[in-house]
Protein backbone atom coordinates (compact mmCIF):
# COMPACT_ATOMS: atom_id res chain seq x y z
CA UNK A 1 0.00 0.00 0.00
CA UNK A 2 1.43 3.68 -0.98
CA UNK A 3 2.05 5.74 1.72
CA UNK A 4 0.06 9.08 1.56
CA UNK A 5 2.30 12.44 0.38
CA UNK A 6 2.30 15.88 1.54
CA UNK A 7 1.50 16.33 -2.08
CA UNK A 8 -1.64 13.99 -1.82
CA UNK A 9 -2.39 15.46 1.42
CA UNK A 10 -2.59 18.98 0.24
CA UNK A 11 -4.27 17.60 -2.72
CA UNK A 12 -7.61 15.95 -1.20
CA UNK A 13 -7.96 18.88 1.27
CA UNK A 14 -9.00 20.75 -2.22
CA UNK A 15 -11.36 17.97 -3.38
CA UNK A 16 -14.62 18.97 -4.46
CA UNK A 17 -17.11 17.81 -1.96
CA UNK A 18 -20.61 16.01 -3.06
CA UNK A 19 -23.65 17.32 -2.20
CA UNK A 20 -25.72 14.23 -3.83
CA UNK A 21 -29.22 15.63 -2.77
CA UNK A 22 -28.86 19.11 -4.41
CA UNK A 23 -27.25 17.95 -7.71
CA UNK A 24 -30.38 14.90 -8.19
CA UNK A 25 -32.55 17.75 -7.13
CA UNK A 26 -31.70 19.91 -10.14
CA UNK A 27 -33.82 19.54 -13.55
CA UNK A 28 -31.29 18.99 -15.70
CA UNK A 29 -29.39 15.15 -15.00
CA UNK A 30 -25.90 15.50 -13.96
CA UNK A 31 -23.37 14.21 -16.50
CA UNK A 32 -20.01 12.17 -14.96
CA UNK A 33 -16.99 11.88 -17.15
CA UNK A 34 -14.89 8.79 -17.40
CA UNK A 35 -11.56 9.03 -17.33
CA UNK A 36 -10.28 5.96 -17.74
CA UNK A 37 -6.16 5.33 -16.78
CA UNK A 38 -5.83 1.66 -18.46
CA UNK A 39 -3.68 0.54 -21.52
CA UNK A 40 -7.12 -1.84 -22.56
CA UNK A 41 -10.35 0.05 -22.22
CA UNK A 42 -12.98 -0.87 -25.11
CA UNK A 43 -13.46 3.00 -26.22
CA UNK A 44 -10.23 4.70 -25.08
CA UNK A 45 -7.70 2.25 -24.10
CA UNK A 46 -4.10 3.57 -23.49
CA UNK A 47 -4.95 7.00 -24.71
CA UNK A 48 -4.97 8.44 -21.36
CA UNK A 49 -2.46 6.01 -19.53
CA UNK A 50 -0.17 8.97 -19.61
CA UNK A 51 -0.43 11.54 -16.59
CA UNK A 52 0.04 14.50 -18.44
CA UNK A 53 -2.83 13.17 -20.64
CA UNK A 54 -5.19 11.87 -18.16
CA UNK A 55 -4.79 15.37 -16.38
CA UNK A 56 -5.24 17.11 -19.67
CA UNK A 57 -8.74 15.51 -20.51
CA UNK A 58 -10.21 15.89 -16.58
CA UNK A 59 -9.48 19.41 -17.25
CA UNK A 60 -11.58 19.42 -20.81
CA UNK A 61 -13.93 17.47 -18.97
CA UNK A 62 -14.34 19.74 -16.38
CA UNK A 63 -14.76 22.86 -18.98
CA UNK A 64 -17.38 20.65 -20.95
CA UNK A 65 -19.34 20.70 -18.34
CA UNK A 66 -18.69 17.96 -16.08
CA UNK A 67 -20.67 17.26 -12.45
CA UNK A 68 -18.46 14.48 -11.52
CA UNK A 69 -14.81 13.11 -12.70
CA UNK A 70 -15.03 8.86 -12.57
CA UNK A 71 -11.37 7.66 -12.31
CA UNK A 72 -10.87 4.06 -13.18
CA UNK A 73 -7.32 2.31 -13.76
CA UNK A 74 -8.61 -1.42 -14.56
CA UNK A 75 -10.96 -2.26 -17.52
CA UNK A 76 -14.14 -3.99 -16.63
CA UNK A 77 -15.01 -4.18 -20.74
CA UNK A 78 -16.96 -7.89 -21.00
CA UNK A 79 -14.28 -8.92 -23.73
CA UNK A 80 -10.33 -8.83 -23.83
CA UNK A 81 -9.86 -7.19 -20.52
CA UNK A 82 -6.44 -8.21 -18.17
CA UNK A 83 -7.80 -8.68 -14.71
CA UNK A 84 -4.80 -6.67 -12.76
CA UNK A 85 -3.52 -6.20 -9.34
CA UNK A 86 -4.29 -3.59 -6.42
CA UNK A 87 -0.60 -2.96 -6.74
CA UNK A 88 -1.38 -2.27 -10.40
CA UNK A 89 -4.23 -0.26 -10.10
CA UNK A 90 -2.40 1.81 -7.72
CA UNK A 91 0.93 2.39 -10.04
CA UNK A 92 -1.76 3.60 -12.50
CA UNK A 93 -3.61 6.12 -10.30
CA UNK A 94 -0.66 7.22 -8.04
CA UNK A 95 0.54 9.72 -10.47
CA UNK A 96 -2.81 11.31 -11.26
CA UNK A 97 -5.57 10.62 -8.28
CA UNK A 98 -4.18 13.81 -6.55
CA UNK A 99 -4.32 16.21 -9.47
CA UNK A 100 -7.37 15.36 -10.62
CA UNK A 101 -9.05 15.60 -7.40
CA UNK A 102 -7.21 19.06 -7.06
CA UNK A 103 -9.06 20.62 -9.54
CA UNK A 104 -12.18 20.50 -7.73
CA UNK A 105 -14.62 18.44 -9.19
CA UNK A 106 -15.97 15.60 -6.96
CA UNK A 107 -14.14 12.94 -7.99
CA UNK A 108 -15.00 9.17 -8.21
CA UNK A 109 -13.34 5.99 -8.12
CA UNK A 110 -14.10 3.47 -10.25
CA UNK A 111 -13.05 0.17 -8.71
CA UNK A 112 -14.09 -2.97 -7.15
CA UNK A 113 -11.22 -3.63 -4.93
CA UNK A 114 -11.93 -1.94 -1.21
CA UNK A 115 -7.91 -1.60 -1.11
CA UNK A 116 -8.03 0.59 -4.07
CA UNK A 117 -11.34 2.11 -3.01
CA UNK A 118 -9.82 3.09 0.29
CA UNK A 119 -6.21 4.36 -0.94
CA UNK A 120 -8.49 6.77 -3.04
CA UNK A 121 -10.77 7.86 -0.45
CA UNK A 122 -7.92 8.64 1.17
CA UNK A 123 -6.64 11.03 -1.40
CA UNK A 124 -9.33 13.25 -2.04
CA UNK A 125 -11.89 10.60 -3.99
CA UNK A 126 -15.35 11.32 -2.78
CA UNK A 127 -17.45 8.39 -4.48
CA UNK A 128 -16.86 4.67 -4.84
CA UNK A 129 -18.13 3.01 -8.05
CA UNK A 130 -18.36 -0.67 -7.48
CA UNK A 131 -19.15 -2.45 -11.08
CA UNK A 132 -19.62 -5.48 -8.74
CA UNK A 133 -22.36 -4.45 -6.52
CA UNK A 134 -20.98 -4.40 -2.86
CA UNK A 135 -20.96 -8.60 -4.22
CA UNK A 136 -16.91 -9.41 -4.84
CA UNK A 137 -15.02 -7.77 -2.51
CA UNK A 138 -16.51 -8.64 0.93
CA UNK A 139 -14.48 -5.91 2.62
CA UNK A 140 -16.19 -2.88 0.22
CA UNK A 141 -19.03 -2.35 1.94
CA UNK A 142 -17.92 -1.99 5.51
CA UNK A 143 -15.16 0.70 4.26
CA UNK A 144 -18.38 2.10 2.50
CA UNK A 145 -20.22 2.14 5.74
CA UNK A 146 -17.13 3.73 7.82
CA UNK A 147 -16.22 6.10 5.43
CA UNK A 148 -19.85 7.36 4.98
CA UNK A 149 -19.58 7.91 1.07
CA UNK A 150 -21.70 7.53 -1.76
CA UNK A 151 -21.27 4.18 -3.47
CA UNK A 152 -22.64 3.63 -7.18
CA UNK A 153 -24.28 -0.30 -7.02
CA UNK A 154 -23.80 -1.70 -10.39
CA UNK A 155 -25.33 -4.77 -11.76
CA UNK A 156 -23.05 -7.33 -13.56
CA UNK A 157 -22.72 -10.93 -14.22
CA UNK A 158 -19.94 -13.23 -15.59
CA UNK A 159 -21.45 -14.02 -18.30
CA UNK A 160 -24.71 -12.91 -20.91
CA UNK A 161 -27.66 -15.51 -20.46
CA UNK A 162 -30.00 -14.78 -23.15
CA UNK A 163 -32.63 -16.89 -21.99
CA UNK A 164 -33.22 -15.00 -18.59
CA UNK A 165 -35.28 -11.72 -17.80
CA UNK A 166 -32.47 -9.55 -17.29
CA UNK A 167 -34.81 -6.78 -15.33
CA UNK A 168 -35.87 -9.90 -12.98
CA UNK A 169 -32.16 -10.78 -12.61
CA UNK A 170 -31.62 -7.08 -11.89
CA UNK A 171 -33.42 -6.82 -9.65
CA UNK A 172 -32.46 -9.66 -7.26
CA UNK A 173 -28.99 -8.90 -7.77
CA UNK A 174 -29.52 -5.07 -6.45
CA UNK A 175 -32.04 -7.29 -3.93
CA UNK A 176 -28.76 -8.89 -2.44
CA UNK A 177 -26.87 -5.78 -2.78
CA UNK A 178 -29.41 -3.70 -0.59
CA UNK A 179 -29.17 -6.48 1.70
CA UNK A 180 -25.22 -6.66 2.25
CA UNK A 181 -25.59 -2.95 2.33
CA UNK A 182 -27.66 -2.90 4.98
CA UNK A 183 -26.25 -5.23 7.27
CA UNK A 184 -22.99 -2.98 6.71
CA UNK A 185 -24.53 -0.01 7.84
CA UNK A 186 -24.52 1.95 4.70
CA UNK A 187 -27.06 4.80 4.76
CA UNK A 188 -29.74 4.18 1.87
CA UNK A 189 -29.45 7.85 1.17
CA UNK A 190 -25.84 7.46 0.04
CA UNK A 191 -27.01 5.04 -2.43
CA UNK A 192 -27.28 5.00 -6.11
CA UNK A 193 -28.34 2.60 -8.74
CA UNK A 194 -26.53 0.94 -12.05
CA UNK A 195 -27.98 -1.56 -14.42
CA UNK A 196 -24.70 -1.75 -15.95
CA UNK A 197 -25.51 -1.90 -20.22
CA UNK A 198 -23.84 -3.87 -21.26
CA UNK A 199 -21.97 -5.88 -18.44
CA UNK A 200 -22.92 -9.54 -18.55
CA UNK A 201 -26.11 -8.42 -20.91
CA UNK A 202 -26.31 -9.32 -24.59
CA UNK A 203 -26.78 -6.35 -27.04
CA UNK A 204 -30.79 -6.92 -26.60
CA UNK A 205 -30.79 -6.96 -22.73
CA UNK A 206 -29.01 -4.08 -22.62
CA UNK A 207 -31.50 -2.34 -24.71
CA UNK A 208 -34.19 -3.99 -22.59
CA UNK A 209 -33.09 -2.47 -19.43
CA UNK A 210 -32.91 0.80 -20.94
CA UNK A 211 -36.25 0.80 -21.83
CA UNK A 212 -37.72 -0.79 -18.90
CA UNK A 213 -35.71 1.29 -16.30
CA UNK A 214 -38.56 2.76 -14.86
CA UNK A 215 -39.35 -0.20 -13.08
CA UNK A 216 -36.77 0.19 -11.03
CA UNK A 217 -37.93 3.43 -9.50
CA UNK A 218 -39.74 1.22 -7.18
CA UNK A 219 -36.74 0.87 -5.46
CA UNK A 220 -36.59 4.87 -4.47
CA UNK A 221 -33.37 5.02 -5.21
CA UNK A 222 -31.29 7.62 -7.89
CA UNK A 223 -30.15 5.93 -10.59
CA UNK A 224 -27.21 5.94 -12.89
CA UNK A 225 -26.86 4.91 -16.36
CA UNK A 226 -23.57 4.57 -18.83
CA UNK A 227 -24.80 3.39 -21.81
CA UNK A 228 -21.63 5.65 -23.77
CA UNK A 229 -20.18 3.81 -26.90
CA UNK A 230 -21.25 0.43 -25.45
CA UNK A 231 -21.64 -2.44 -27.92
CA UNK A 232 -25.32 -2.78 -28.45
CA UNK A 233 -24.99 0.76 -30.63
CA UNK A 234 -23.22 -1.33 -32.80
CA UNK A 235 -25.72 -4.54 -32.89
CA UNK A 236 -28.07 -1.61 -34.49
CA UNK A 237 -25.86 0.51 -36.35
CA UNK A 238 -22.12 -1.48 -37.42
CA UNK A 239 -19.88 1.07 -35.62
CA UNK A 240 -16.58 1.43 -33.75
CA UNK A 241 -16.57 2.60 -30.47
CA UNK A 242 -15.46 6.14 -31.22
CA UNK A 243 -18.45 6.10 -33.71
CA UNK A 244 -21.41 5.84 -31.71
CA UNK A 245 -21.77 9.31 -30.48
CA UNK A 246 -25.17 9.28 -31.73
CA UNK A 247 -26.46 6.06 -30.23
CA UNK A 248 -24.61 7.26 -27.02
CA UNK A 249 -27.02 10.38 -26.93
CA UNK A 250 -30.05 8.58 -28.31
CA UNK A 251 -29.47 5.80 -25.02
CA UNK A 252 -29.06 8.45 -22.79
CA UNK A 253 -31.78 10.86 -23.61
CA UNK A 254 -34.38 7.67 -23.00
CA UNK A 255 -32.68 7.26 -19.93
CA UNK A 256 -33.45 10.12 -18.03
CA UNK A 257 -36.66 10.14 -19.59
CA UNK A 258 -37.04 6.66 -17.69
CA UNK A 259 -35.74 7.73 -14.62
CA UNK A 260 -32.32 8.04 -14.82
CA UNK A 261 -30.32 10.88 -12.88
CA UNK A 262 -26.72 10.67 -13.47
CA UNK A 263 -25.36 9.40 -16.88
CA UNK A 264 -21.99 8.45 -17.09
CA UNK A 265 -20.53 9.11 -20.44
CA UNK A 266 -16.84 9.87 -22.06
CA UNK A 267 -18.18 12.36 -24.59
CA UNK A 268 -18.84 15.13 -22.57
CA UNK A 269 -19.66 18.56 -24.27
CA UNK A 270 -22.50 16.76 -26.59
CA UNK A 271 -23.99 14.62 -23.63
CA UNK A 272 -24.49 17.72 -21.52
CA UNK A 273 -25.29 19.66 -24.37
CA UNK A 274 -28.24 16.76 -25.52
CA UNK A 275 -29.42 16.82 -21.86
CA UNK A 276 -29.46 20.55 -21.37
CA UNK A 277 -31.27 21.21 -24.54
CA UNK A 278 -33.76 18.08 -23.78
CA UNK A 279 -34.94 19.48 -20.38
CA UNK A 280 -34.74 23.00 -21.59
CA UNK A 281 -37.95 21.60 -24.45
CA UNK A 282 -39.59 19.92 -21.53
CA UNK A 283 -39.44 22.67 -19.37
CA UNK A 284 -41.81 24.25 -21.74
CA UNK A 285 -44.47 21.89 -22.11
Known sequence: MMAPTS??????????????????ARPCAAVMGVLNITPDSFSDGGAFIAPESALAQARRMIAEG?????????STRPYGSQPVT?????RRLEPVLSEVVALGLPVSIDSMKSTVVAWALDRGAVIANDVWGLQRDS????????????VVIMHNRD???????????I????????????????????????????????????MTALARLGELRSLRLP??????????IA????????????????????????????????????????????TAIEEKQ
Open 7 to 24: TSAAAASKAGRLDLPALL
Open 66 to 74: ADIIDIGAE
Open 86 to 90: AEDEL
Open 139 to 150: GMARLIAERDVP
Open 159 to 169: HADPAIDIMAD
Open 171 to 206: ASFFARSLDIAAKAGIAREKIVLDPGIGFGKTPEQS
Open 223 to 232: ILVGASRKRF
Open 235 to 278: SVTPSEPQQRLGGSIAAHLIAVQNGASIIRAHDVAETVQALRVA
